[in-house]
T-cell receptor, first 115, second 110 residues
Framework: GAVVSQHPSRVICKSGTSVKIECRSL??????MFWYRQFPKKSLMLMATSNEGSKATYEQGVEKDKFLINHASLTLSTLTVTSAHPEDSSFYIC???????????FGPGTRLTVT | GQNIDQPTEMTATEGAIVQINCTYQTSGFNGLFWYQQHAGEAPTFLSYNVLDGLEEKGRFSSFLSRSKGYSYLLLKELQMKDSASYLC???????????FGAGTTVTVRA
């Protein structure tokens, strides 16, 4: 149980385009989902927290107009990187938790490369 | 703010024991997690400590001292597959956000 999927696993896009990443909880209802980014050999940096049906809460320094987060249902959250630039290239990981759990379950991550 | 420190790298021999320390200075505390992450993959849950003391789970054990702001992860009978990054993360008290340390890369050698 407690499986979280992400799609796509890898994406390459051109500078200036937008990319959408999906995060799904497959066998539980995710009250809260979190989006992280991770640079090579670095730790996870929390970007934002999203609760179903409400606006995401962004961490300091994260541009909410650039990283659009939607949590429209209890099993799906999406992160859209708008007008992507090469410096947005990173590993993006989502996690999800149910109302009954203190634990976050992580998705497999999405490797974004902007050329 | 959150300040979570752990060593960058550790190397050990197959079959040996390795202890990864984590110290934290955070604005709040409501539990500490240890995760394992293989390169290019998502972190997987290893342990969660909210009270002081040692939690043992097979070859892995985790210890917490809240008064000292200190935790360690103990890996026994090391196997090659244990080569990975180990992340220490502190949970904030009023929500479920996690603050991660930079991770410790453990290399197990034959």
């Amino acid at each position: 149980g407690a499986v979280v999927s992400q799609h796509p696993s890898r994406v390459i896009c051109k500078s200036g385009t937008s990319v959408k990443i999906e995060c799904r909880s497959l066998d539980f209802q995710a009250t809260t989902m979190f989006w992280y980014r991770q640079f090579p050999k670095k730790s996870l940096m929390l970007m934002a927290t999203s609760n179903e049906g409400s606006k995401a809460t962004y961490e300091q320094g994260v541009e909410k107009d650039k990283f659009l987060i939607n949590h429209a249902s209890l099993t799906l959250s999406t992160l859209t990187v708008t007008s992507a630039h090469p410096e947005d290239s990173s590993f993006y990981i989502c996690s999800a938790r149910s109302q009954a759990s203190y634990e976050q379950y992580f998705g497999p991550g999405t490797r974004l490369t902007v050329t | 703010g959150q300040n979570i420190d752990q060593p960058t790298e550790m190397t050990a021999t197959e079959g040996a024991i390795v202890q990864i320390n984590c110290t934290y200075q955070t604005s709040g505390f409501n539990g500490l997690f240890w995760y394992q992450q293989h390169a290019g993959e998502a972190p997987t849950f290893l342990s969660y400590n909210v009270l002081d003391g040692l939690e043992e789970k097979g070859r892995f054990s985790s210890f917490l001292s809240r008064s000292k702001g200190y935790s360690y992860l103990l890996l026994k009978e090391l196997q090659m597959k244990d080569s990975a990054s180990y992340l220490c993360a502190v949970k904030e008290p009023n929500d479920y956000k996690l603050s991660f340390g930079a991770g410790t890369t453990v290399t197990v050698r034959a």
